[in-house]
């Protein structure tokens, strides 16, 4: 089983470009058609947040026909730029969106049992796993404590080193990171916020960040004055669960860069 994470598209409305520069809506949709091409193809798609920039329902009417062209199903949680209620209005039919609520969600249908989170405090940059969502989250994972789980949820729960986005990840981290240790089967959190690729050992699991597939977060690991963004070849994180029923992260760019070319001659010996 292949897993595929999307994140952070932060799709604009009418042909806008986010920070006058980056047409994520270009981005979005090559990485669908990038995962749409992929040998084998993923079995599934979660998307992490900030799906749009601004959270209008005209946003979401732009990136939900992009996601549509997704060939495998896909499942979304928001992020501090998406807005709760117009997500969920704009994907009502989707059969796992809670009507009301926070957007907390498990699918079974998969090897791979698949925890969508909701870190999202209305109006803030960063987020929160309230007592209502850990409690969910507690007696969500209590239901299915042998089958390899994979986590996904917008605000990372760990300091990444970039500051500027530091102060704004998942604020109680340390008492979601106490249920987390307790159920030993999450064997990924797949997170989304800082638009690069970060990983970290975190509470007896890895917990990971996902790259943009439209604009980077700058790798400034100083005290980092200026936020910034760059344009650096796009990438998705893939997710591939193995034969002895391990989750393992691989990241796959985005774009043409020549390849793949042979190791090996015809008579199997090393291209010299
Ligand atoms: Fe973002």
Redesign the pocket.
Known sequence: MIIAQI??P?IRAGGRLAYRKVDTAAGLKACVAHLNALKPMPDVVVMS??LTDFGTLDEYAVARPILDELSMPYFVVP???DERGAMRQSFADHGYMPPSGFVNYAIEDYSVRLVGLDTVVADKPYGEMCRERLEWLDTCLRQEPDKPTLMFM?HPPFITGIRHMDWQNCRNNDVLGDIVARHKQVQMILC????RAIEKSWAGTIASIGP?PCHAVALDLSECKNPAFTLEPPSCRLVYLNDDNCLIGHLSYIGEFGGPYPFFNADGTLID
């Open positions: 994140t952070d932060h947040g900030d992020g501090n730029h917008h989304g916020h800082v638009h943009s």
